[in-house]
């Protein structure tokens, strides 16, 4: 039977739409149609293959399931090889590497225009096209042989099967790394945790481990994406002059380029931008272990060459290590404001992630087994970012001989009370409630801070004093300290206690939301305490609100809900709220809006760069708290961005279509129009 034209002109039109939607979400970053819409564009061209056999092409983009598994891996020489990077540590080592550069190049001083981009924590890979074709893809392997992986790089949606546009030379190798995003991987491993199977230690090796499957169909569901760095062979046609320029055609042939990419002139720009980076670092969706800075102009690099395996046109800037081994030397017992009992591990003080870690939490006693640790345990820290440091795993053959299991308390090591574990809950607590000390200083630290009722002296070594003395038991007591007992504390002057009273007389002027959040409710952060402070308006309506009507609010699910039912049903903490009120603490009670009405309801934005007078999670917050809806990209439906120094390719794609930027000025300016506190 012969094919319909119509059909085979179907197929087509679905390939194509299929192959420009992958493109706008993988290479642009900007997905344009909902998954639905996609999944049935998906199975109407598999009907039509299956159908229609003749209609099967190696470069739909139906052909990214995975076929029969391989037997072997086999070996692929690089016609060009993969060269290595040198690595920089410091400033100095950029200097260092700039002066070699002028003195190689011999033309006296001058500024160098350099090619920077964030150094991804991958596995290097290099795919061969042949007439706009995938031919075969690559691990680098040791630069001169790698693994064929082509059945493998096919499945992966940032890979091209065949190349966009056109002026592509006809035979074209390019180079980059496979990754796997932090979110992929959190995903994979809890999915594994739920099946009781092997977790992967961080998202490189679940990279690795994914690309060396034999079989794709296991590739195909790993979320795996490729970001190009560069070009090997090129036949058959030409590119441009300027690495940056040519990262530029990759993208426009269809891949991922990194959009942190930025062409920088001079050496002290290349350290400004790696300052920027390791700002950002924590943000980014992906782990990155250092930049890596290229010498832009392409006949520079030509004459520049190499040395051994490394080109001398190239340096990685390497961040501080994330992750040190050290010693465990004691776990002991914290006690939390809600009562959870936290183990904390000393450790034998280690430099890593740039600064020195002495203790690291382990979290629960699940994570204790999980790990398996005892005291005297060499164990690897990791510390990230500014979260707290953690130890991550246990370095078994190094255990000494008289290595103690760590034991967990029965009492809390606090108040002496009793403690329990909850049946659906990891962490044990002690069952003291506000006549622990441990809880009843974390529940007035949390009352006093700035977030919260902002009292300011009134520090964690000022609490803790205050709560050994026995002058307050809970945060009303601080609204009756006596100036002559005050005076009596050590360190306490009459100038610093006259300050600390007038702080707290002040305090008591607060908004509805700080108040909220100040009572340390379990799970209630300072998001869900500004929603619900303007969903209910008063605090009346609150505290009579049913679970169902607690429920409406934006952010409050079940496990919120509950813990504020509970807050509300206890009578020593509705003693406490009394007990502030009588003592004067008061806010203005909020006009409530529907959401519908807020003033920048409907509105999608975007926030990027680096904000002075807030975070960009608090920026997030203030624009939700006046209706808006806040996305990590930028797209045509964008209302507007906000944008602070550092902004990189989102400020680029806005200008690209015409979306609103307002820097941080515009932003407070409008924050305060609208009556939100910053
Ligand atoms: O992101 C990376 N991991 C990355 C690796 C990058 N952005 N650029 C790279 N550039 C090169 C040269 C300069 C040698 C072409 C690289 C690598 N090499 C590389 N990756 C693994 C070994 C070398």
């Known amino acids: 039977m012969a094919l319909p034209d119509d059909l085979a002109e179907e197929a087509q039109a679905l390939r194509q739409r299929l192959d420009d939607w992958n493109y706008q979400y993988y ?11 996609y999944d049935r564009c998906m199975a109407r061209l598999r009907e039509l293959e299956q159908a229609h056999p003749e209609l099967q092409r190696a470069d739909s983009p139906t052909q990214r399931v995975g076929g029969a598994p391989l037997d072997k891996f086999r070996q692929v020489a690089h016609e060009v ?17 700039n002066r070699r550069l002028l003195d190689r190049l011999g033309e006296g001083d001058r500024v160098i225009e350099f090619a920077c981009e964030p150094k991804l924590d991958g596995i290097a890979v290099s795919l061969l096209y042949r007439g706009g074709l995938l031919e075969r893809g690559a691990t680098r392997g040791d630069g001169t042989t790698g693994e064929d992986i082509t059945h493998n790089v096919r499945t992966i949606r940032s890979i091209p099967l065949h190349l966009r546009g056109s002026g592509y030379p006809a035979m074209l190798e390019v ?11 959190e995903a994979l491993n809890r999915r594994a945790r739920e099946r009781d199977e092997k977790t992967f230690v961080n998202p490189r090796n679940a990279a690795a481990g994914s690309l060396r499957q034999l079989d794709a169909k296991i590739t195909a569901e790993r979320p795996l994406e490729m970001c190009c760095y560069g070009v ?14 040519v990262l530029d055609c990759l993208r426009e042939w269809g891949f991922r380029v990194n959009p942190e990419s930025r062409v920088v002139q001079g050496i002290e720009a290349c350290d400004a931008y790696y300052e920027e980076l390791a700002q950002r670092r924590q943000a980014l969706p ?74 690291a939490t382990l979290h629960n006693s699940d994570e204790i087994l999980r790990l398996g640790v005892m005291i005297g345990d060499t164990v690897i820290v990791r510390r990230a970012g500014d979260v707290i440091p953690q130890v991550v795993s246990v370095v078994t053959a190094e255990r000494p001989a008289d290595a103690r299991a760590v034991s967990f308390p029965d009492r809390c090591p606090v108040c002496g009370s009793v403690v329990e574990r909850a049946e659906d809950e990891a962490v044990i607590r002690c069952m003291g409630g506000l006549v622990c000390a441990a809880q009843q200083k ?8 700035r977030r919260a009722m902002d009292i300011e002296g009134l520090g964690d070594k000022l609490v803790e004093q205050l709560v050994d003395e026995g002058l307050v038991e809970n945060v009303a007591g601080l609204f009756h300290l006596e100036r002559e007992r005050l005076l009596q504390l050590e360190r306490m002057g009459e100038k610093s206690v006259d300050n600390l009273l007038a702080a707290i007389e002040a305090s008591k002027q607060t908004t509805l939301a700080r108040f909220i959040f100040a009572l340390g409710i379990r799970e209630v952060g300072e998001a869900t305490a500004l929603n619900l402070a303007r969903h209910f308006g008063n605090w009346e309506q609150l505290a009579a609100a049913s679970t169902e009507q607690l429920l409406q609010v934006a952010d409050v699910g ?35 809006t529907p959401v ?30 006046l209706g808006a809806k806040v996305a990590g990209s930028v797209s045509a439906k964008t209302r507007c961005v906000v944008a602070g120094p550092g902004a990189g390719s989102k400020l680029a794609r806005a200008a690209e279509l015409d979306v609103e930027v307002i820097d941080e000025a515009a932003f407070l300016k409008l924050l305060d129009r609208h009556g939100v506190e910053i």
């Open 27 to 37: 290479v642009l970053d900007d997905p344009t149609v909902p998954d639905a819409e």
């Open 81 to 97: 090889p993969m060269l290595s990077l040198d690595n920089a540590f410091d400033a100095g080592d950029m200097l260092d590497f």
């Open 175 to 185: 180079r980059g790394e496979i990754y796997m995003p932090r979110a992929g991987f």
């Open 232 to 245: 090997g062979r090129v036949e058959g046609g030409e590119l441009p002059d300027r690495h940056a320029e």
């Open 286 to 359: 992906y782990d990155i272990d250092g930049i890596v800075f290229k010498v832009n102009d392409l006949a520079l690099q030509r004459r520049l060459g190499f040395v051994s395996r490394a080109p001398r046109w190239a340096i990685a800037r390497k961040f501080p290590a994330q992750e040190e081994m050290t010693r465990l030397l004691d776990v002991e017992f914290q006690v939390g404001r809600t009562g959870a009992i936290t183990p904390v591990a000393r450790l034998e003080p280690v430099f890593v992630g740039g600064v020195t870690v002495s203790n």
């Open 442 to 449: 974390a529940a007035i630290k949390h009352f006093a801070s």
């Open 558 to 592: 079940p496990v919120v809900a509950d813990h504020l039912a509970q807050f509300f049903a206890s009578a020593s903490s509705m003693a406490v709220v009394s007990a502030l009120r009588q003592a004067g603490v008061c806010w203005p009670d909020l006009e409530v």
């Open 596 to 625: 519908e009405d807020l003033p920048l309801a409907g509105q999608t934005w975007v926030v990027t760069g680096k904000l002075e007078a807030m975070g960009r999670d608090e920026a997030k917050m203030r624009l939700q708290s």
